[in-house]
């Protein structure tokens, strides 16, 4: 999809940009949501502690 708007077509911008934003995004979205879920946790910890 990104390819479609993008006016740059060469295959090692697509290579990059387009296709290398894939696996790149995993991780990233996995450091930035732990830790939200951590401090999700501590809060229900606390919570039931009291």
Do not use: N
């Not at 990059?16 to 996995?30: E, K, T």
């Amino acid at each position: 999809m990104l390819e479609l708007h993008c006016p740059i077509l060469t295959a090692m911008h697509l290579m990059v940009w387009h296709i290398a934003v894939i696996p790149l995004s995993g991780p990233a979205g996995y450091l930035a949501g732990r830790p939200a879920q951590d401090l999700g946790t501590k809060r229900r910890l606390a919570e039931f502690m009291q």
